[in-house]
């Protein structure tokens, strides 16, 4: 059966192209620098908005119109898989993403639910080996159900730990049958409502321990796939103890689990914690741990997470420079954790809205390359911080300098000048950029 049977292969169409089903900006084969766009961006479809999400919201039900919407159960389940391969043959991407519980429906006992999982595992292998088309990354739904209200790993509730221990090593045990690139942990609800009936140390403990275990069995099991935390501050918890990636590689470092885990960084998550997109990869980049993206935008006039498709060029391009400079993604990718609007119903809304995202990272992409490639902000920052070259600068690099010689030598050089940052030309020059770059 075809699900999308109006809609074709999406190409390469070039940006005077008026279809709608045509890519104006991404060319997977066009090199850029010494690989192709594909190679780059490694996009990926997120499973759960993409085949599962049906528009619902706090105020209204589901309205999104899908052509499985009728069945139920593993009926549905199994439609889903053959609608998803058909949306990444004719959408032409690589990779996708999922949860436990997207793919398959939970049963009333967790044996049950794991027969569920394999059941839609072997199929979804199948599909695999035909198409080409590999796992990004699997990770466990541990916030949805009411058993995890509390938390899954940090809950107040030991039950809940264990079972929370079952899935992720179901997790794993799926991400090595299917050859998954990583492994995610998203915290959904690792946090606290309120610290008067939480034991915080405990909860930060047990995550700990929770992790070094996955650590273990992965290896037990020869799963080579690469960990990865992805930061979020708040929604659904008030606060979560994952919040972004600063206070995320704290904790890494304090249970000694920074060798094993690096990040996977969404856009919205940034601006939930009051940073700029491009602020979270630099300051994993910057600390050899960027590992993946999730590529999304929120809407900067609301408050909650709503997972737009990226349009931004500005965003694109400044994520994309964070990319680049980190020498790639691989194995992470550029999942489209990203979901269309509620009244965007039709089903060929969910082409139109990946190739807008798909281009905007490929425009993104070419300008990011144009900026590395012509040192622009290189040279900025050369200048910028030219003092720590040379002198008394160098001397404090390079830790040959304490406070009685640096007293000595501002009581002879207290005259500073300091030099406009130039933020605005710095803008204008990437606005050229980005409006030369095709």
Known sequence: ??????????????????????????????????????????????????????????????????????????????????????FFEKLGVSYFCFHDVDIAPEGETLAETFKNLDEIVTMIKGYMKDSGVKLLWNTANMFTHPRFTHGAASSNHADVFAYTAAKVK??????????????????????????????????????GRFFHMAVDYAKEIGFDGQFLIEPKPKEPTKHQYDFDVA??????????????????????????????????????????????????????LLGWDTDEFPTDLYSTTLAMYEILKNGGLNPGGLNFDAKVRRASFQPEDLFYAHIAGMDSFAVGLKVAHNLIQDGVLDRVVEKRYQSFREGIGKDIVEGKTDFNKLAKYALKNDQIENESGHQELIKATINQYLLSAF
């Open 247 to 300: 206070s995320g590689l704290a904790f890494l470092k304090t249970y000694e689990l920074d060798p094993y885990f690096k990040f996977n960084i969404e856009a919205n998550h940034a601006t939930l914690a009051g940073h700029t997109f491009e602020h979270e990869l630099r300051y994993a980049r910057i600390h050899h741990m960027l590992g993946s993206v999730d590529a999304n935008q929120g809407d900067l």
């Open 1 to 86: 059966m075809a699900y999308f049977e109006h809609v074709n292969r999406i190409a390469y169409e070039g940006p005077k192209s008026t279809n709608p089903l045509a890519f104006k900006y991404y060319h997977p084969n066009e090199k850029v620098g010494d690989k192709t766009m594909a190679e780059h961006l490694r996009f990926s479809i997120a499973y759960w908005h993409t085949f599962t999400g049906d528009g619902s919201d706090p105020f209204g039900s589901g309205i999104h119109l899908r052509p499985w919407n009728h069945l139920k159960g593993m009926d549905l389940a199994k439609a889903r898989v053959e609608a998803a391969f058909e």
């Open 170 to 207: 179901k997790g794993l045990e799926i991400g090595k049958e299917l050859g998954a690139e990583n492994y995610v942990f998203w915290g959904g609800r690792e946090g606290y409502e309120t610290l008067l009936n939480t034991d915080m140390k405990l909860e930060l403990d047990n995550l």
